[in-house]
């Protein structure tokens, strides 16, 4: 089946810097990427929806500001987590749609500390 | 997307089948009903997907009743591995951020050896 990877698997940073999570779709294209988050024991929540060539939308209550999407390529979309802080320590999962088969895959998770 | 129900845990024998019951009385006419699972600290797997008939596959089955207000998942031999967060999500999948998902709290599927 199509694979969706994320890099770094895990990433442990200070407060106030800020990290990059790549997001792939390694064999087929995805002009439409979502990101979620998860924090311990609770399910996955939608962050934003991330556009090939366009805005991200974001849902309510995330700040765009501080997570910024880029989605430069049908394969390739980017959450940047600025200034972060030890409340942004979380899960973040990607998943990318095929629009042929209408299944959509999840990456691996990206598991982000802020210490 | 449509609000789902599902019990929070259920638990199965090794071997044995597993059904995993989910209601979805306000989905609409357009909208697919997704199983996805999710083993502790992986990304949600896609198990199977319809709109109205049942659809089976080589991980499970997909029962969906003919009002289409609930639905059952069966793993028909459920193994040690099985154990994990089973999310019941409907969703449209006409493109863009149709294809996004909510996912609500799922249930958690323990198999026993």
């Known amino acids: 089946g199509a694979v969706v990877s994320q890099h770094p698997s895990r990433v442990i940073c200070k407060s106030g810097t800020s990290v990059k999570i790549e997001c792939r779709s390694l064999?087929?294209?995805?002009?439409?990427m979502f990101w979620y988050r998860q924090f311990p024991k609770q399910s996955l929540m939608l962050m934003a929806t991330?556009?090939?060539?366009?805005?991200?939308?974001?849902e309510q209550g995330v700040e765009k500001d501080k997570f910024l999407i880029n989605h430069a390529s049908l394969t390739l979309s980017t959450l940047t987590v600025t200034s972060a802080h030890p409340e942004d320590s979380s899960f973040y999962i990607c998943?990318?749609?095929?629009?042929?088969?209408?299944?959509?895959?999840f990456g691996p998770g990206t598991r982000l500390t802020v210490t | 997307d449509a609000k789902t129900t599902q019990p929070p845990s259920m638990d199965c024998a090794e071997g044995r089948a597993a059904n995993l019951p989910c209601n979805h009385s306000?989905?609409?006419?357009?909208?697919?009903v997704y199983w996805y699972r999710q083993i502790h600290s992986q990304g949600p797997q896609y198990i199977i997907h319809?709109?109205?008939n049942n659809e089976t596959n080589e991980m499970a089955s997909l029962i969906i009743t003919e009002d289409r207000k609930s639905s059952t998942l069966i793993l028909p031999h459920a193994t040690l591995r099985d154990t994990a967060v089973y999310y019941c999500?409907?969703?449209?999948?006409?493109?863009?951020?149709?294809?996004?998902?909510?996912f609500g709290k799922g249930t958690l599927l323990t198999v026993n050896p």
């Open positions: 998943s990318a749609p095929d629009r042929i088969s209408y299944e959509q895959y």
């Open positions: 064999d087929f294209q995805a002009t439409t």
């Open positions: 991330s556009n090939e060539g366009s805005k991200a939308t974001y």
């Open positions: 306000t989905i609409s006419g357009n909208e697919y």
């Open positions: 319809g709109l109205k």
């Open positions: 999500i409907v969703s449209q999948n006409s493109g863009g951020s149709n294809y996004k998902l909510t």
